[in-house]
């Protein structure tokens, strides 16, 4: 049964990374290269990010009169990349003295506006031939004791290009930002933006031109250490964790569910028959009643298809990330990976919903499924309504236009909503067999006794997150950092083990707390387990 269902997230991998890689362009000595000037952002926060000319007040002679982009994929424009054509003119093979290109004076505003940029520490990319060059800064400042609008603020005026090639292909670039001038607060000023160029020949194969972004990205000894510390350090509360568990359930359920099988002998019958004022206590007790169905039930199977949707969907991106190169071999097709392997795993959610709803004698497949589809969609079309709102206050490149929110619209609705009908349709069809509980379930409900402190709900919800939050803590600071920051998460395998740690101490965490609840007399155990295993997040 395993083996059908693995073949959802390798299928959905073939599906999703199809051509990734990008024909190299050759060049002729004296062909002209286009730089390309990327988002200008603070390096705090990659978030905040503006377009080139927006983002600080250049002089008038370096904007161009008409704006000429570089053509964009989908997961590009969701990143807010916004490649725009400068005024750097390159040519293959050919060296270029340090020259000007633009420069006109700064008004006092202008100049204070540079510096504010400076101090927050902004940095631009550049782009030739498809190949990047990240984080250039825009200058300098001298931290002093002295208030924040009086220190020595320094722009670069120079940018100097290094490019490497082996025959007619580019296969590395770098460049140099020099020629420091200083802007005073309140004080007019004359800028102008030179360049110049310098190659080098290179033995480097163009296949191995990514090469360099690759190890970019890999970690130093010591923080592989301390990434693979954390990983033994969860693996052996997981161990301990199951042992836990096994002791309780080795020497208590076993013996329980040896005195309802129908495999007693008459010895053992009769000796239950003697101790059954002394041993019907705990989950003994709600034996009969701890296989009713929860209330909401279209709610609670349209939340357990989601979370199934979910994990199908970090196995797809984990298996993208480790088998494939998405990320250097082209801008923002991880972004786009993303996007359609979400619409995809709407099927997964669907079949799953369906099939427990139908299991539960539900009546109503159509609200399971719209409110499956709700749950999946609503909250993602929420929050990035919100932040693209902000992002169009600040003018920030995050901020999608028509076409790109209607394109996203159409790839999550177009695929998404005809998955999730298509899945409950499979799930009802599975379904069909019905729900097969080991015990008869009791008509009447049995009354719930006050529960203890430490059985609450919340109670449960806060300490079942601890210890899985605790095993991914060191990973999930890495992940926000890769997210957040300009790190590329490059971990995979620690990933996925890491990934199967949690899934293994959230599951044996919540048998724990649901054989806890069910000894305190509590049968309605449904709703619980999901928000144990739900508070890791």
């Given at each position: 049964?395993?083996q059908r269902w693995m073949l959802i997230?390798?299928l959905?991998v073939?599906c ?5 890689g990008?024909g190299?362009t050759?060049y ?15 390096y705090?926060n990659?978030?905040e ?9 250049w002089p ?8 000429e982009?570089?053509s964009m ?6 990143q807010?990349?916004r490649l725009?054509?400068?005024?750097f ?6 060296d270029?003295q340090?020259t000007k290109i633009?420069?006109g004076?700064?008004t006092p505003?202008d100049?204070?506006?540079?510096r504010l940029a400076?101090?927050n ?7 030739i031939?498809?190949l990047?060059?990240e984080?250039?800064?825009?200058g300098?400042?001298?931290v ?5 609008l009086m220190?020595q603020?320094f722009?670069?005026s ?13 296969v590395?670039?770098d460049?140099i930002?020099e020629?420091?001038v200083?802007?005073?607060h309140?004080?007019q000023k004359?800028?102008s933006?030179?360049y110049?160029v310098?190659w080098y020949e290179?033995?480097?194969p ?9 190890e ?7 923080e592989l250490r ?7 350090n969860?693996a052996a ?6 042992m836990l568990l096994?002791s309780?359930f080795g ?5 329980d ?18 101790m059954?004022e002394?041993d019907?206590?705990?989950?003994r ?5 701890v296989?009713r169905?929860?209330?909401y039930?279209?709610?609670f199977?349209a939340?357990v ?6 994990l ?9 990330a480790t088998?494939s190169?998405?990320y250097?071999t082209?801008r923002?097709?991880f972004?786009?990976?993303?996007l359609v392997?979400?619409?995809?795993t ?5 079949y799953?919903?369906a ?5 539960m004698d539900?009546?109503n497949l159509?609200?399971?499924t719209i409110?499956?589809?709700t749950?999946?969609l609503?909250?993602?079309?929420g929050v ?10 600040y ?11 209607a394109s996203?619209i159409?790839i ?8 999730t009908?298509f899945?409950?349709v499979?799930g009802?069809?599975?379904?069909k067999s019905?729900?097969?509980a080991p015990?008869r379930t009791?008509k009447?409900r049995?009354?719930?006794?006050k529960?203890?402190?430490?059985l609450?709900w919340e ?9 899985p939050?605790g095993?991914?803590l060191v ?8 997210v957040w920051?300009h790190?590329?998460f ?5 990933g996925?083990?890491?990934i ?13 707390f649901?054989?806890y609840?069910l000894?305190?007399?509590d049968?309605?155990?449904?709703w ?8 890791t997040?």
């Amino acid at each position: 049964m395993w083996q059908r269902w693995m073949l959802i997230p390798s299928l959905m991998v073939l599906c999703v990374s199809i051509a990734t890689g990008m024909g190299l362009t050759k060049y002729n000595s004296g062909d002209e290269m286009i730089i390309w000037a990327n988002k200008m952002v603070p390096y705090s926060n990659p978030s905040e990010s503006y377009q080139f000319f927006d983002a600080v007040p250049w002089p008038r002679e370096c904007v161009p009169e008409r704006m000429e982009y570089h053509s964009m994929q989908l997961g590009e424009l969701l990143q807010g990349d916004r490649l725009v054509k400068t005024g750097f003119s390159v040519k293959f093979r050919r060296d270029q003295q340090k020259t000007k290109i633009c420069g006109g004076v700064l008004t006092p505003e202008d100049v204070n506006a540079f510096r504010l940029a400076v101090t927050n520490n902004y940095h631009y990319d550049l782009m030739i031939d498809e190949l990047a060059i990240e984080l250039v800064p825009l200058g300098r400042d001298l931290v002093e004791a002295a208030p924040e609008l009086m220190n020595q603020v320094f722009v670069y005026s120079t940018l100097h290009f290094a490019l490497k090639y082996n025959e007619n292909h580019v296969v590395e670039v770098d460049v140099i930002a020099e020629d420091e001038v200083e802007f005073v607060h309140g004080r007019q000023k004359e800028f102008s933006l030179s360049y110049s160029v310098t190659w080098y020949e290179s033995d480097k194969p163009t296949e191995h031109r990514l090469n360099r972004y690759i190890e970019r990205d890999r970690l130093k000894a010591n923080e592989l250490r301390t990434h693979w510390l954390s990983v033994i350090n969860a693996a052996a509360a997981a161990v301990l964790l199951f042992m836990l568990l096994l002791s309780i359930f080795g020497r208590t359920v076993n013996r329980d569910f040896a005195r309802y099988s129908a495999s007693v002998d008459v010895e053992d019958l009769e000796h239950d028959e003697l101790m059954v004022e002394e041993d019907e206590r705990g989950w003994r007790i709600v034996k009969s009643d701890v296989f009713r169905f929860p209330q909401y039930k279209e709610l609670f199977c349209a939340v357990v298809g989601t979370g199934a949707q979910v994990l199908v969907l970090l196995i797809v991106l984990v298996l993208l990330a480790t088998t494939s190169n998405l990320y250097h071999t082209r801008r923002g097709s991880f972004n786009t990976a993303l996007l359609v392997t979400f619409a995809l795993t709407n099927l997964v959610a669907g079949y799953t919903s369906a099939k427990l709803y139908t299991q539960m004698d539900g009546r109503n497949l159509a609200l399971n499924t719209i409110s499956c589809l709700t749950i999946s969609l609503g909250p993602i079309y929420g929050v990035w309504t919100v932040l693209d709102v902000i992002a169009k206050i600040y003018g920030s490149t995050m901020a999608l236009s028509f076409w790109v929110m209607a394109s996203v619209i159409s790839i999550t609705g177009l695929i998404a909503i005809p998955a999730t009908f298509f899945g409950a349709v499979l799930g009802r069809r599975s379904g069909k067999s019905g729900f097969n509980a080991p015990i008869r379930t009791a008509k009447a409900r049995r009354e719930i006794p006050k529960p203890p402190v430490h059985l609450r709900w919340e109670v449960q919800m806060v300490l079942a997150g601890l210890l899985p939050f605790g095993a991914v803590l060191v990973e999930l600071a890495y992940v926000f950092a890769s997210v957040w920051g300009h790190k590329t998460f490059s971990l995979h395998g620690i990933g996925v083990i890491v990934i199967i740690i949690v899934l293994a101490v959230t599951e044996l965490v919540c048998a724990v707390f649901t054989y806890y609840q069910l000894c305190a007399e509590d049968h309605e155990w449904w709703w619980n387990s999901i928000c144990n295993g739900g508070s890791t997040g």
